[in-house]
């Protein structure tokens, strides 16, 4: 255990610079350690040009999509806001009930995650269903995403669904929205 | 040597087309808005630097179609430049060299030659042009009875002669934009570290310092306009001792939808300023950017439909290696050859048709223009990665041209102002001396009309509002181009690797600045 602990530290000391990065995510990866994960997902969030994409190996190596539900449902804003964000990388639709929750966060920055989750999850038809459930919301901002992504998604469920909401859509702007990205 | 001439004369004459009550009555509100506060504002400008200058100042301002032209390249009034080669003697020519090269400001031969080397040293003795006005014994007697510049023996000194000689340090400051937010914090410290060296974000009072000192500003021109008067005093060897005002343009866009706005205004700085300081993304070594690298990317199946959107151009990575989730297959072609295998297109505002979804499988939606190009074609280093493959594949697909080069735009705009020969630039981004090349090859940022400072390793976003305030105290302070960047380097550090952020050769350029003996 302490040889786990001691290069489980070691990795987490390369996390903090680019430079170093890929390899301490190989060895977290190695390591079969899903403590890892949280810290691989901050080193992501930076702001460097190197590249990333070795961290999201070894995330998706360590099983981010099964730590994320677990964190959405969590009291601190961060964890879910991380969470959501792993939802995003990896996406699954068995998180589809957690981000329709979380669409509605009274937090801004969680919610802003949550809908972005939200519209970069495989369009299946079970995301559809989710994103037609939207069109309903009160939220303008929740409407737009779903009138944006439907339109774009183009199953003829969808067109029909964006078709019959044009009419109770009360935002002249996304009946516009709806008019164009159907006719295009 | 072969002799090199002074450039033509500029004279500008100011012919007014309108007064500016009737001009105000006539054109209706300022652009960017009405705003009865500007009546007053206009007023007191008339009282300081008359109406005829107001009047031209209006005219332009309201001038239609300028939403994204922020100064005007040409200045409102005629600024003092030197009007005619001085009717100097060869010998007269020897000895104001040989008084320059004593004051460290000449470093040329003695070759009785007046060109932009002698020119340069005389606007450095005098701080501005001055000397155009006096009769030779006179340049000859107050070079004679100057000291020269203090300070540690070899160092460059930036030309503040060049830079101050209109009585203004205008500075033009570009934060890019990350993905992550980074910008916002950056953004935030830079504005509290001017407030705290006494600058306020006050538009109106840096119009009517940069129209006294021959410059102009659109009255809703994009950014902020942080303005500290007096900030510092200036005492040229051989000329008066004088203050002088300065003004930081701020520009950014924390949403990245009105980048196109901010890259433009610091497109502007770089020739426009007397310094221009980008921090940001370096975007592999393609140029300053104030937006995403895209906006976001959609993956359609054989019907057309969408099925994916990604919005991190590293999951769009990871989705292109990874097998898609309806159990199809890859070609083992890596990331980018899987892009490629899906026959990509660019499309601004994401409007494809059906048929083009079928046709191309994968479509890439750009953010809004926001991107300075200083190289057109890649520059390869190290491992070419998808991100640096992806950036030059929408370069290629928008069309964008670089704004670099003997005939790009940085050139012609500089080409516009004769009378501003010098600026600074600086790159605060990760690795900014891929970009030397193609800016030293820029006419107007060639070495004997700019210093330029650019990075030799990836730099921090944590560090970037000290690094330019480490910039700003330096400027104000008058140091050497080699102190300025040892302070930024000190307010720069990386622990990891203890590499100097500025590596040596910074600033590069200074072929016309002046030494300390």
Redesign the interface.
């Known amino acids: 255990m302490g040889s786990i602990d001691s290069g489980y530290s070691a990795a987490l000391k390369l996390l903090?610079?680019?430079?170093?990065w890929c390899k301490g995510a190989q060895i977290l990866a190695e390591l079969g350690d899903k403590r890892g994960i949280i810290p691989l997902l901050r080193a992501?969030?930076?702001?460097?040009?190197?590249?990333?994409?070795c961290l999201?190996?070894a995330m998706?190596t360590l099983g981010a999509t099964r730590i994320a539900p677990s964190l959405v449902q969590g009291e601190d804003p961060e964890q879910r806001r991380l969470g959501l964000h792993l939802m995003?990388?990896f996406?699954d639709d068995a998180y589809l009930p957690l981000l329709e929750r979380s669409v509605e966060d009274p937090n801004p920055v969680v919610k802003a995650q949550a809908r972005?989750a939200l519209?970069?999850q495989?369009?299946t038809p079970t995301w559809e269903a989710t994103m037609v459930g939207l069109l309903e919301s009160t939220d303008r901002d929740l409407r737009e995403d779903a009138v944006s992504?439907l339109a774009?998604?183009?199953?003829p469920t969808a067109l029909a669904a964006l078709a019959r909401h044009r009419e109770r859509e009360l935002d002249p702007d996304l009946r516009r929205v709806i008019d164009?990205?159907v006719r295009? | 040597m072969a002799r090199e001439k002074l450039d033509p004369p500029v004279r500008r004459e100011v012919t007014p087309t309108a007064r500016s009550s009737n001009l105000l009555a006539k054109k209706g509100p300022l652009a960017g808005g009405t705003n009865v506060a500007w009546v007053g504002e206009i007023l007191g400008l008339q009282r300081r630097v008359g109406n005829q200058a107001v009047a031209e100042f209006l005219e332009r301002q309201t001038d239609a179609g300028r939403l994204f032209i922020q100064r005007n390249p040409l200045a409102v009034l005629a600024a003092p430049v030197a009007a005619t080669h001085p009717d100097w003697t060869r010998d007269q020519l020897a000895t104001i060299q040989r008084e320059l090269r004593r004051l460290g400001l000449y470093g040329l031969a003695i070759d009785k030659i007046f060109g932009p080397g002698t020119r340069s040293g005389l606007v450095e003795a005098f701080g501005g042009e001055e000397w155009v006005t006096l009769a030779p014994d006179e340049v000859i007697n107050r070079l004679k009875g100057a000291s020269p510049p203090t300070g540690n023996k070899g160092e460059h000194r930036f030309r503040y002669g060049e830079m101050f000689k209109d009585g203004i340090l205008d500075i033009t400051v570009g934060v890019g934009f990350?993905?992550?937010g980074?910008h916002g914090p950056e953004v935030a410290a830079i504005k509290a570290g001017l407030k705290a060296r006494g600058f306020a974000d006050d538009h109106v009072l840096a119009s009517l310092l940069l129209l006294r000192a021959h410059r102009s500003v659109a009255l809703d021109a994009f950014g902020e306009f942080w303005v500290k008067p007096k900030v510092l005093s200036y005492a040229p060897p051989a000329g008066p001792p004088r203050a002088v005002n300065a003004v930081v343009r701020l520009v950014y866009s924390m949403t990245g939808k009105d980048g196109d706005k901010a890259a433009s205004a610091m497109q502007e700085g770089l020739t426009q300023s007397d310094a221009a300081f980008y921090a940001g993304?370096?975007?592999?070594g393609s140029g300053p950017d104030f937006s995403g690298v895209f906006e976001h990317a959609?993956v359609f199946n054989a019907a057309?439909?969408?099925?994916?959107?990604?919005?991190?151009f590293?999951?769009l990575?990871?989705y292109l290696?990874?097998p898609p989730?309806d159990g199809g297959k890859r070609h083992g072609l890596g990331?980018w050859g899987e892009f490629n295998a899906y026959n990509p297109i660019l499309s601004p505002g994401?409007?494809?048709?059906?048929g083009d979804r079928r046709t191309h499988r994968l479509m890439l939606v750009p953010s809004p223009n926001a991107h300075l190009l200083l190289n057109q074609t890649m520059v390869k280093r190290g491992?070419v990665?998808?991100?640096r493959r992806l950036i030059y594949w929408i370069v290629e697909k928008s069309g964008v041209k670089a704004i670099t080069g003997k005939h790009g735009a940085l050139a012609k705009a500089a080409a516009a102002q004769p009378d501003r020969k010098y600026r600074v630039v600086v790159f605060n981004a990760?690795?900014t001396q891929d970009y030397k090349p193609s800016v030293q090859g820029t006419p107007g940022l060639d070495p004997r009309s700019a210093d330029l400072i650019m990075s030799q390793r990836?730099t921090?976003?944590a560090h970037y509002a000290d690094g330019l305030l480490a910039f700003l105290d330096s400027i104000v302070a008058q140091q050497s181009a080699e102190q300025t960047v040892k302070a930024m380097n000190q307010a720069e550090p990386d622990d990891?690797?203890s590499k100097a952020a500025f590596g040596p050769g910074n600033p590069a350029g200074m072929a016309l600045d002046p030494t300390i003996r």
């Open positions: 903090e610079s680019s430079a170093s992501y969030e930076r702001p460097a040009e190197s590249a990333k994409i999201l190996r998706r995003e990388l996406t972005r519209r970069c495989d369009q992504t774009s998604h183009r199953s164009g990205l295009a | 990350d993905e992550t980074a993304h370096a975007r592999v959609e057309g439909q969408s099925v994916k959107r990604i919005e991190d590293d999951a990575e990871l290696e990874t989730p990331a994401g409007n494809l048709s059906d491992v990665g998808f991100e990760c690795t990836e921090l976003w990891e690797t």
